[in-house]
């Protein structure tokens, strides 16, 4: 085994390791009324109708949002919608007041599709990639990538599926991690006639990070680790930097 693979193979490890660490979930967050009553409608909006009224110092849970309405449900299990306003007004056990983002931010921390586009610098040559990816839960992302690299004496098509994870998708600029397995395939120009194809499997370890910059765009930067599987005794490495855009829905 090649020494760049030991270390190609040390790396995802290390990675790998990261993500094996339990992180938490988002719980249902209790908070405490303060206002002397708290009003609950029946459905996310001022039209429906009001059929209960939470006491002040009452606890509540808040279950989910839907653009300035939250779902709730009270000690006494009983379950309606309040304002943005008035969940706003209540404290946490601690007494810090609540505040929520705006609901722009929050189609993008609940978004299940991306489509994006990047190009960078291959091992010196230019790359461009296309990526589409489904996201599976609040960390892990999987994505489907097609790279074109334009050489001065070949031309090279990867084609990738990857794992995603971005345990820290509450950062402003959050960063990722990526471990990943596919094609590679390398076409020589006609000048160097000796050469042949290559057709083989590759796999990718990588890191990057991204940020939301507004409606339905985010910008993404990666830097990847390629390992070309040519034979047991002979593997090529190649390193991979890119800079793009995607939106989500």
């Given at each position: 085994?090649?020494?760049r693979m030991?270390?190609f ?15 938490a ?6 908070v ?5 009553y708290?009003?609950?409608h029946s459905?996310p909006g001022?039209?429906?109708p009001?059929?209960?009224a ?5 606890e509540i849970?808040?279950?989910?949002r ?5 779902k ?10 309040a ?15 609540q505040?929520f983002?705006?609901?722009a931010?929050d189609?993008?921390d609940?978004r299940?599709?991306?489509f994006g586009?990047?190009?960078g610098?291959?091992?010196g040559?230019?790359?461009f990639?296309?990526r589409?990816?489904y ?5 892990f992302t999987t994505e489907?990538?097609v790279?074109q ?5 070949s031309s090279?098509?990867l084609?990738h599926?990857?794992?995603v994870?971005?345990?820290?998708m509450?950062?402003?600029v959050?960063p990722?991690f990526?471990?990943?397995?596919g094609?590679?395939?390398?076409e020589p ?5 000796d050469?042949k194809?290559v057709?083989e499997w ?7 990070a991204?940020?939301y910059?507004g409606?339905?765009f985010?910008?993404r ?5 390629y390992?070309v599987m040519?034979?047991?005794n002979?593997?090529q490495?190649?390193s991979?930097?890119?800079?793009g855009f995607?939106?989500?829905?």
């Amino acid at each position: 085994m090649s020494a760049r693979m030991r270390q190609f193979i040390s790396l995802a490890g290390i990675v790998w390791l990261m993500l094996s660490v339990p992180l938490a979930g988002h719980a249902a967050e209790a908070v405490v009324v303060r206002d002397a009553y708290m009003d609950l409608h029946s459905g996310p909006g001022r039209g429906y109708p009001i059929f209960h009224a939470v006491e002040r110092d009452e606890e509540i849970l808040v279950l989910k949002r839907r653009t300035d309405w939250f779902k709730v449900r009270t000690a006494k299990g009983i379950e309606g919608w309040a304002s943005r306003a008035a969940v706003e007004r209540t404290e946490t056990a601690a007494g810090v007041p609540q505040a929520f983002r705006d609901p722009a931010r929050d189609d993008f921390d609940g978004r299940r599709f991306e489509f994006g586009f990047a190009s960078g610098d291959f091992d010196g040559d230019q790359v461009f990639t296309f990526r589409a990816g489904y996201r599976a839960n609040e960390i892990f992302t999987t994505e489907l990538t097609v790279s074109q690299v334009s050489g001065t004496f070949s031309s090279t098509t990867l084609y990738h599926a990857n794992l995603v994870a971005s345990p820290f998708m509450d950062w402003r600029v959050a960063p990722f991690f990526t471990l990943g397995w596919g094609r590679f395939e390398n076409e020589p120009k006609q000048v160097l006639v000796d050469d042949k194809n290559v057709n083989e499997w590759a796999a990718n370890v990588g890191l990057g990070a991204r940020t939301y910059f507004g409606e339905r765009f985010l910008l993404r930067a990666d830097w990847r680790e390629y390992i070309v599987m040519i034979d047991d005794n002979n593997n090529q490495d190649f390193s991979e930097w890119t800079l793009g855009f995607a939106v989500f829905f």
